[in-house]
């Protein structure tokens, strides 16, 4: 069954391949950075289509800016967290030594807004109930943390420790990681897991599938000791309450990572494939999908 | 709107006609809202506009209609949809943008289904040719997880629409409106946005922490593609909320025609946009000028509109009419309610 799953989505994905290279987030739409990203991953990970995996490799090396990031789509000139899933799908590619080592050298630059300790005197410490000075990373550069953009970064970091040839900005890398682990404890919500970034407005807020399993699989790379019962336990709770492809894929990914079972989480996610062997029409998580029901993110 | 070139003569006209005192306030609030880093181009063209919507422009429309339930939402869009002057659709693409945001059991947070399936049909019946359903969650990443959360999946089964997820919608860029974004002249768009004939934003009426109401206006924060600007949408907060607001405004009905029908049936109080309580209200509002529309409906609320920063802003720049409205349809007293403010937010007064 997941050979199977898997042979039909590869199939969806090679359909849905633009002549230019990308893949765009559906059929027939402008190849964007995130779904070729993701794509070329699970294209790598299946080991199959070596053709399509070169042209989409192709358009992921001719789509980045001349500060060494990535945009939405290629002509995007705002690099922005994109990045880190280029970083991510070009690791393993020989050919991207020196896009790699400019794409380590703006993701080490990549700062966020830094703000204050908490300061008890001070009325808005009261409503949101976290440590500003901490910081991950920025969907948008010199913009303020949040929990994906952090846990994709770190990903990208494991992935270019692991490549020795990228190794300019390492030192850098290494220190905003130990940053950014300590970013997503403070974060972390009151019952475990992560939400987009703020886990106290007013009232204390849920986790929610899609950014704990992101963080979790960041967690399982960089600093898997940090990862509680709790977090584990929310991603279950709210994997099953979402229901989505995304999330469900995310989960696996995450708890595979960690070294748990993920049998019932996978077992959706294959139930979910469409006709056309997709997820939900979406070449990105149709790819995240076949990362999961295959060998999980190779760093 | 923003683009229309600075017209010298009118200007004066209008500054004489309306003596000093009105340009020197408005020189001095769209400074303090807005005007900042604007060129004076741009400040000038606004000044103009804000001078000629005060002066002399014809009021805007607002239809008010008293809709006790859901169950009479159909009949109450009808009469509201003529009322309030809003467009012929026959043959056009209309994008329905509900809010989305995120559903929480029992709270009021998202647009209520029951509304969006109600006016899915009126527009298929007057002929619109496609009908697209769509919201960027700023919150969730996943829209048909959102959808069938909130109810809106269910709903709009069988209907003659199709529901996009506008976080993941073939972004592409388009011209930023000159003066509300800062340090670009470009703005991502969904293509469901960027091809609509006609946007119909349909907001919950509800209170929000941070923007004090959430209406027709910033309802308009789903329309940004996450996939471009992240989840939440930080690009519209550190350019500013009121700016990003107003500039999305105007960016979007200069791509087409944008009209409003607002959900009050059940409103939402307290700490919105998501945690807040539920207001029964019975109200519907519609009309083609959307600052109008917000205006009117933060006074049912309770709310002062001097208040709301965002409707000074439109106010000042002249992107809509907050003081020459004239209303339709219900008598306004019958539609008035006090609601409680977010938390520590000043709306009264």
Redesign the interface.
């Known amino acids: 069954m997941p050979d199977e799953a898997v042979g039909r989505g590869v199939s969806f994905l090679q359909e849905s391949h633009n002549g230019d290279g990308g893949w765009?987030?559906?059929a027939s739409?402008?190849s964007?950075v995130?779904a070729t990203a993701c794509a070329l991953l699970a294209l790598q990970a299946s080991a199959q289509e070596s053709s399509l995996c070169q042209s989409g490799l192709a358009w992921l090396l001719a789509a980045q800016n001349p500060d060494g990031g990535w945009?939405?789509?290629e002509?995007?000139r705002?690099s922005?967290?994109q990045t880190a899933w280029a970083i991510l799908a070009l690791a393993g590619a020989a050919a991207a030594g020196q896009a790699l080592e400019k794409a380590a050298i703006w993701l080490a630059g990549d700062t966020p807004v830094r703000g204050s300790p908490p300061d008890p005197a001070d009325?808005q410490q009261a409503?949101v109930r976290i440590d500003l000075s901490i910081t991950g990373w920025?969907?948008?550069p010199k913009?303020?943390s949040?929990v994906?953009?952090t846990a994709l970064a770190i990903l990208a970091s494991t992935a270019l420790s692991r490549r020795a040839k990228a190794a300019s900005a390492q030192a850098n890398l290494q220190a905003r990681v130990a940053e950014a682990v300590r970013y997503l404890q403070d974060r972390r919500c009151e019952h475990g897991g992560w939400?987009?970034g703020n886990p106290y407005?007013?009232?204390a807020l849920p986790a929610?599938a899609?950014p704990t399993g992101l963080a979790i699989l960041a967690l399982a790379s960089a600093s898997a000791e940090t990862v509680q019962s709790d977090d584990l336990a929310a991603l279950r709770r709210e994997t099953k309450a979402?229901?989505?492809?995304?999330?469900l894929a995310l989960a696996v990914l995450a708890l595979k990572a960690m070294g748990e079972t993920a049998a019932d989480e996978l077992s959706l996610l294959l139930s979910l494939q469409q006709a056309d062997g997709s997820w939900?029409g979406?070449c990105?998580h149709t790819a995240l999908a076949l990362l999961a029901i295959g060998g999980g993110l190779s760093l | 709107m923003t683009g229309r070139p600075f017209n010298r003569r009118k200007f004066l006209k209008l500054a004489s006609v309306g003596g000093g005192t009105l340009l020197v306030v408005g020189l001095l609030k769209g400074t303090s809202l807005v005007y900042g880093s604007t060129p004076l181009g741009t400040r000038l063209v606004w000044l103009t506009r804000m001078l000629d919507r005060r002066l002399l422009g014809e009021p805007s429309l607002v239809g008010l209609s008293q809709c006790a339930s859901y169950a009479d939402a159909p009949e109450c869009l009808r009469l509201l949809w003529q009322q309030a002057g809003l467009p012929e659709v026959q043959g056009q693409r209309v994008l329905v943008k509900p809010n989305m945001i995120e559903a929480v059991e029992g709270r009021p947070s998202t647009t209520s289904p029951e509304l969006v399936a109600a006016l899915v049909r009126y527009l298929a019946e007057q002929g619109a040719r496609d009908i697209v359903v769509g919201d960027g969650s700023g919150?969730?990443?996943?829209l048909?997880?959102e959808a069938?959360a909130c109810g809106l999946a269910q709903a709009l089964k069988g209907q003659p629409a199709r529901l996009v997820d506008l976080n993941?919608?073939?972004?592409?860029?388009v011209v930023a409106p000159a003066g509300w974004f800062i340090g670009?002249n470009q703005l991502?768009l969904p293509?469901s946005v960027r091809e609509a004939d006609l946007i119909v934003s349909v907001p919950r009426l509800k209170t929000h922490?941070w923007a004090g109401v959430s209406l027709s206006l910033k309802n308009l924060f789903g329309l940004v593609?996450g996939?471009?600007?992240?989840?939440?949408k930080?690009?519209l907060h550190?350019n500013g909320i009121s700016r990003s607001i107003i500039g999305l405004y105007e960016a979007s009905r200069s791509l087409a025609p944008l009209v409003t029908i607002v959900d009050g049936i059940v409103g939402m109080e307290g700490?919105g946009p998501i945690?807040g309580e539920a207001v029964d209200h019975g109200l519907l509002a519609a009309g083609r000028d959307l600052v109008a529309v917000d205006t009117v409906c933060t006074q049912l609320m309770g709310f002062n509109p001097q208040h709301i920063e965002h409707l000074l802003a439109a106010m000042w720049t002249g992107a809509g009419q907050v003081e020459r409205i004239r209303t339709v349809g219900e008598p306004r007293e019958r539609l008035q309610r006090h609601y409680q403010a977010p938390?520590?937010a000043k709306l009264v007064g």
Do not use: K
Request: with cysteine; charged share 25%; hydrophobic share 30%.
């Open positions: 765009g987030y559906h739409e402008h964007v995130e945009g939405v789509a002509d995007d705002q922005g967290w009325p409503i920025p969907w948008l913009q303020s949040w994906e953009p939400n987009f407005m007013f009232i929610r899609e979402d229901g989505g492809p995304l999330a939900s979406n990105y | 919150f969730r990443r996943d048909a997880t069938r993941y919608d073939d972004p592409r860029p670009t991502w293509r922490h593609p996939c471009r600007y992240g989840w939440p930080n690009m550190f700490d945690n938390p520590g």
